[in-house]
T-cell receptor
Framework: AQSVTQLDSHVSVSEGTPVLLRCNYS??????LFWYVQHPNKGLQLLLK????ATLVKGINGFEAEFKKSETSFHLTKPSAHMSDAAEYFC???????????WGAGTKLIIKP | DAGITQSPRYKITETGRQVTLMCHQT?????MFWYRQDLGHGLRLIYY???????DKGEVPDGYVVSRSKTENFPLTLESATRSQTSVYFC???????????????FGPGTRLTVL
């Protein structure tokens, strides 16, 4: 069975420091991987996606993620956190043979001034 | 460019009542989806639609009904609401004519539904 695990339910960092949100997946097939962000009382916005091209994927707002097949990971990073990054982040996987999005439980990113 | 809209944004209802959540997209996307989001969980797919008059069940379809008479609209109906259906509901759409794992889904702002 396919699954997505976001290793931290909450991450708290100070403004200006690096951000790391961790995501591991299990899949028997070649996955596509996404990160979505949800700001309070807003819809879900695509940050970036990996679809078997370059393993380092750059997204919007300075975020990037690296696909590591050997570690079955797709961690999201940003060099310097901004207050506006405070939101919930979801790691999502789809299967090569299927459309269905499999969602992680989410990681709430808290930015301290 | 309105994108994808949902109405109402907030709804409180009582157990046993029928409730319809509306979803409208202006992009003429082929695929549309309904998800529910519960605290501590990711999104779960309720129903999806490949085109007008074509719908199919997702992971958690029980207690829900959908229709798609027009490409741009995809209403979700709870025929007899239960407390367990208290949730945030998201509608999404995807441009592809065939569902592919690489396709991006675009989400509406969500409807927060409370069933008392």
């Amino acid at each position: 069975a396919q699954s997505v695990t976001q290793l931290d339910s909450h991450v708290s960092v100070s403004e200006g420091t690096p951000v790391l949100l961790r995501c591991n997946y299990s899949s028997s097939y070649s996955p596509s991987l996404f990160w979505y962000v949800q700001h309070p009382n807003k819809g879900l916005q695509l940050l970036l996606k990996y679809t078997s091209a370059a393993t380092l994927v750059k997204g919007i707002n300075g975020f990037e993620a690296e696909f590591k097949k050997s570690e079955t990971s797709f961690h999201l990073t940003k060099p310097s956190a901004h207050m506006s990054d405070a939101a919930e982040y979801f790691c999502v996987v789809t299967l090569d043979s299927n459309y269905q999005l499999i969602w992680g439980a989410g990681t709430k990113l808290i930015i301290k001034p | 460019d309105a994108g994808i809209t949902q109405s109402p944004r907030y709804k409180i209802t009582e157990t046993g009542r029928q409730v319809t959540l509306m979803c409208h997209q202006t992009w003429s996307h082929s695929y549309m989806f309904w998800y529910r989001q519960d605290l501590g969980h990711g999104l779960r797919l309720i129903y999806y639609s490949a085109a007008a008059d074509i719908t199919d069940k997702g992971e958690v379809p029980d207690g829900y009904v959908v229709s798609r008479s027009k490409t741009e609209n995809f209403p979700l109906t709870l025929e007899s609401a239960t407390r367990s259906q208290t949730s945030v509901y998201f509608c999404a759409s995807s441009i592809g004519r065939q569902l592919r794992s690489t396709d991006t889904q675009y989400f509406g702002p969500g409807t927060r539904l409370t069933v008392l």
